[in-house]
């Protein structure tokens, strides 16, 4: 299984990206998709997730200007970030719990992250 990560880039303060991030390989089920960011100098921290069954959670900070979303037939997660701050800029790493196949176990697997700078 992997994740591949797209859509970062440079933006200015009160501008908009999504990122997208597709799961590829032997997949049977994915239930928790998740969008995560570590700051130069920071720890990684969860910025949003969603399930196949529950109403997407957000960190407070975004709350109101991120969204997330899925396409469960791409195996896909999206995420809309609009009104960025400087304060959002991070490398963006997306994961998902997959199971591989019919009855095996969920496993965490993570994308390969892609930069967010805001910056004027």
């Known amino acids: ?5 797209s859509g970062g880039g440079s933006v ?3 501008g908009s990206l999504r990122l997208s991030c597709t799961a590829s390989g032997s997949i049977s089920r994915i239930e928790d998709m998740g969008w995560y960011r570590q700051a ?3 720890q990684r921290e969860l910025v949003a997730r969603i399930s196949s069954s529950t109403s997407p959670t957000y960190v407070d ?3 109101g200007r991120f969204t997330i979303f899925r396409d469960n037939a791409k195996n896909t997660v999206y995420l809309q ?7 959002d800029t991070a490398v963006y ?3 998902a ?3 591989p196949f019919w009855l095996s176990p969920y496993s965490i697997y993570w994308g390969q992250g892609t930069l ?3 910056s004027s």
């Open 61 to 63: 900070p975004v709350k």
């Open 93 to 95: 790493y997306c994961n």
């Open 81 to 87: 970030m609009n009104d960025l701050k400087p304060e």
């Open 1 to 5: 299984v992997q994740l591949r990560a």
């Open 40 to 42: 130069p100098g920071k």
């Open 116 to 118: 967010v700078t805001v």
């Open 97 to 99: 719990a997959v199971a």
């Open 12 to 14: 200015q303060p009160g």
